[in-house]
């Protein structure tokens, strides 16, 4: 074990010509130190900074930093943003246009819904990157093919989308991988890191274990079905920050690891593994990126029709159960009505456990049961198999630092995408979605102690294996964040004390 000291790094700064000592840890993300630094020189934390040596040479601002002394600081160096506002503004009016001209054209709120994500990402190329005129002239470009594809769609509802639900049927339409036995091995654990894979790859890995678990076999399901399946399964998941294809892969492959560490095909029958897996593969299918509190509050045509009840996840099911009538994509075409039944209501059920709005209710009926389990009450199986797929609904914290830390970022960019929405339409924002009031830390210290751990801490009682694989990286992980909180804590008292100081001197004047 290496002395707590290890764990962080020691940058001095100039400031003004004054020498200023910044701490961090050496776990924070580049985007955390910068903020650090924009702490230290007392600008807002969204400047673009350059960091300088004695040299004059830029640095790298990122946990890596060469190490330097009180008698060598680095010079921080703000960058104007007064030379991009101008096109800022420009590409700012082209926006308004647009949204303009689409609001008159479209009364559909999810069609506005996916007008607006893509243009708040090419928002955003602006804003963050500072964009030159080839790129604003590129955006206009992005803009016009939108308004054309948008122009070309004859029917906005939801569920009648035949582009997209319609199968492939010149299968196979992506290549088979033939799949390394490390990679085999990998997918069987929690550590798995999807970033690293295409969504190619992911499809070949999916079909993988439905074959590694027998359930292609066992239920005489058609290989040409299944990939045909999963890749409108692909395109019926949208591309948001957080809720896309790679989060469904995720939770899956999640499903996958319970299944094999907990040797579940000794517990469950074959129907229910296929119920497990086929829920995880559907359970966010089609998700606008704007969460159920949205549909609620803004009365979209999700929540009229679901009456305000699950409006997501009863649009998720109804798109799982409509890709599943197309006979090309109906892998259980070999069931008989009943078991098609039991499928498809198993199915549902589990999808609609992820709601989260409905934890605390689940998570008590489970606790009420777990001491004295019984693998022959069908009760407790449904409640069991509700547990698990919402532990790998949210399981991104159990996964290594440098897989489970992209995610945050990803959820937080869908989250200010809704609370600035919210506050352009006058809705509640939620202050853990709001950019203004949350970060990293705030964010992910209350889930993992009052959410994630209790959870897995109450299913490892029934599977203790997963204490070593699940729990101590949760434990790990909330450890991480509130020490981040501490640093952060410790800086915004400085910056505190720096204001109060600068305003009594004004005051001696």
Not at 12 to 37: A, H, N, T
Not at 138 to 163: G, H, P, Q
Not at 470 to 498: F, G, H, T, W
Request: proline share 5%; charged share 25%.
């Amino acid at each position: 074990m290496g002395s707590a000291s290890s764990s962080y790094r020691v940058i001095y700064l100039d400031v003004d010509g004054r020498i200023q000592k910044v701490v961090f840890s050496r776990f924070c993300s580049p985007c955390d130190i910068k903020e650090l630094f924009c702490t230290a020189l007392g600008v807002p934390r969204n400047t673009n900074l350059s960091l300088l040596d004695s040299s004059g040479a830029m640095v790298s601002i990122d946990p890596t930093m060469p190490h330097n002394t009180e008698r060598s600081p680095y010079r921080v160096v703000p960058v104007t943003s007064g030379q991009l506002a101008d096109k800022e503004e420009l590409f700012q009016n082209v926006l308004t246009q647009v949204a303009e001209q689409f609001s008159r054209a479209f009364k559909i709120n999810e069609l506005k819904t996916e007008v607006t994500n893509r243009l708040a990402m090419l928002e955003k190329r602006v804003e963050l990157e500072g964009m030159k005129v080839v790129e604003i002239e590129k955006c206009r470009n992005d803009i016009k093919k939108l308004r054309e594809e948008m122009a070309s769609r004859n029917n906005s509802n939801f569920l009648e989308d035949n582009k997209k639900l319609t199968p492939r049927r010149d299968v196979p339409s992506y290549p088979k991988y033939h799949l390394s036995k490390e990679t085999v091995e990998a997918l069987r654990l929690p550590t798995f890191d999807a970033w690293q894979w295409e969504p190619n790859e992911m499809l070949s890995c999916l079909e993988h274990m439905y074959h590694d678990l027998g359930l292609v076999k066992d239920f005489n399901i058609n290989p040409i079905t299944l990939k045909r399946w999963l890749l409108c399964i692909h395109d019926n998941y949208r591309n948001n920050a957080f809720h896309n294809f790679r989060h469904c892969f995720c939770v899956t492959q999640m499903m996958y690891s319970m299944i094999c560490l907990c040797s579940l095909q000794e517990k469950f029958t074959q129907v229910d593994i296929l119920i497990l897996m086929t829920a995880a593969v559907c359970h966010d299918l089609d998700h606008p990126g704007f969460n159920n509190t949205y549909q609620i509050n803004a009365r979209t045509e999700l929540a009229v029709r679901y009456n305000d009840i699950s409006p997501l996840e009863n649009h998720h099911c109804a798109v799982a159960f409509q890709i599943f009538s197309q006979p090309d994509c109906n892998i259980f075409s070999n069931f008989d009505p009943e078991a098609f039944k039991q499928i498809r209501q198993g199915t549902i059920t589990l999808i609609l456990a992820t709601d989260m709005a409905r934890h605390g209710e689940i998570l008590d009926s489970f606790k009420q049961k777990v001491d004295n389990f019984d693998y022959a009450d069908e009760e407790h199986i449904t409640c069991l198999k509700m547990v698990l797929i919402k532990c790998c609904d949210i399981s991104n914290e159990v996964r290594p630092m440098e897989v489970a830390e992209p995610w945050v970022d990803c959820l937080l960019e869908e989250y200010f995408m809704q609370s600035d929405r919210e506050k352009a339409e006058g809705l509640p924002v939620a202050p853990f979605m709001d950019r203004e009031k949350v970060t990293k830390p705030t964010a992910q210290i209350g889930f993992i102690k009052f959410v994630l751990i209790p959870m897995f801490e109450t299913v490892m009682k029934l599977f203790p294996q997963i204490e070593e694989a699940m729990v101590q990286p949760l434990r790990e992980s909330r450890d991480r964040y509130e020490e981040l909180k501490q640093i952060d804590d410790a800086m915004n008292e400085v910056q505190k004390k720096k204001s109060e100081n600068l305003t009594m001197g004004g005051k001696k004047k």
